[in-house]
């Protein structure tokens, strides 16, 4: 039977919600009062981000990831698409990506692509001629009492353009190691009362190699890092710990439209697990029939406007929705949707960007 694809809690459990109800942990009602509660009466808060590790995925593996395991509170949803871009962004700003407008990891701008995490267009640096400020367009939560919040992540993000759109008004810290990281968190905690922390091993891992040993052995390296910060901070400091979406392994299984239905497609945007058909002009009917017909039974098809009524990316302005494609085919079944533009793609495993459970839901616990 064809799921029902899993969409953003905006309202509530939702990836979004977090900063405010970290910045007001003692308000009694709201986003996340659960962890509202386990939060109040803390000095500082700890913010961890481990990119790429899903509830479903923890949950399997329990047993080497023990200090996560025992610290779980309800786990709540990332946002649409489930990728990185969109949902950093939801993060920092406290909005849905309809009004953040970094709404995926590629998307049209001006008439080009815009590969948002590199910020290149056909390959080549786009941060001159394409403003982050223009593309991400909501000021980052990022300051505590007039002061910048403290941002521990690698050095090599710290002036690159998606930094620049999704972080603007945060202290950059770099730290290339966890325990650099571990140091970084602990000075900066004693004087700041929140600290935010990013981990990407886990997501990198799962590209490259899947959902295997390697996948593994990071998850168990990730619980290891907070188990180091447990260790090395104070009990006045609480430590949260999340994710921006999950994963699914599917290796080299694709799904690909005929001949016939392609000619009706002008160009591709989006990811494998989210992939955006741009039609020919007067064509969008026809490709959403196609697709329809083609790929129900792997893929969830969805036209611009279903996706933009049904509040899928939140609230959505004309010039967001200019960045959209036509038809957006988003797979429930474990396999991916290439884009010939991107050959080098293909090559990735493990995948994320759909509605299903594995990538919507992410951990939140409280160490």
């Known amino acids: 039977m064809k799921p029902e694809p899993l969409v953003p ?36 808060v700890v913010l961890l981000i481990v990119d790429g590790l899903g509830a479903l995925q923890l949950a399997e593996r329990s047993s080497i990831a023990p200090t996560l395991s025992a610290s779980l509170l309800e786990p709540i949803t990332s946002v649409a698409p489930s990728t990185t871009a969109a949902a950093l962004t939801s993060i920092s ?29 056909a390959g080549a640096d786009a941060s001159s001629r394409i403003a982050p400020e223009r593309i991400q367009r909501v000021s980052p939560l990022l300051s505590r009492g007039g002061r910048p919040v403290p941002y521990v992540g690698r050095s090599s ?7 620049k759109a999704h972080l603007r008004g945060s202290r950059y810290v770099g730290a290339d190691d966890d325990e650099a990281v571990v140091a970084s968190v602990a000075r900066e905690s004693a004087a700041e009362p929140f600290v935010l922390a990013y981990h990407d091993a886990v997501d990198k891992t799962a590209h490259v190699d899947g959902l295997g040993e390697r996948f593994d052995a990071e998850v168990a390296r990730a619980d290891g890092l907070v188990a180091s910060l447990r260790e090395a901070l104070p009990a006045d400091v609480a430590i949260v710990v999340t994710a921006d979406h999950g994963q699914v392994d599917v290796g080299s299984a694709s799904a690909t439209l005929s001949h016939t239905a392609m000619a009706l497609v002008d160009h591709m945007s989006g990811e494998g697990r989210f992939r955006w058909l741009h039609a020919h002009p007067g064509e969008a009917g026809r490709l959403a029939e196609r697709a329809h017909d083609e790929l129900d039974e792997s893929c969830w098809v969805f036209s611009r406007r279903q996706l933009l009524s049904a509040g899928i990316f939140g609230e959505v302005d004309d010039e967001v929705a200019d960045r959209l494609g036509d038809v957006a085919l988003v797979p429930f079944a474990p396999l991916f949707v290439p884009d010939p533009a991107e050959p080098h793609e293909v090559q990735m495993k493990g995948r994320h960007g759909s509605l299903t459970e594995a990538e919507m839901m992410v951990p939140l616990a409280v160490c």
């Open 9 to 44: 809690d905006f309202d509530d459990r939702c990836i979004a919600n977090l900063l405010q109800s970290l910045a007001a942990p003692s308000t009694a009602s709201g986003a996340l009062n659960d962890l509202r509660g386990a939060v109040a009466g803390a000095r500082c």
């Open 93 to 121: 700003t406290g909005v849905a990506p309809g009004r953040h407008g970094l709404v995926g990891y590629r998307m049209e701008v001006d008439g080009e692509i815009l590969q948002s995490l590199r910020w290149t267009v």
């Open 157 to 163: 993000f710290a002036s690159s353009a998606f930094t």
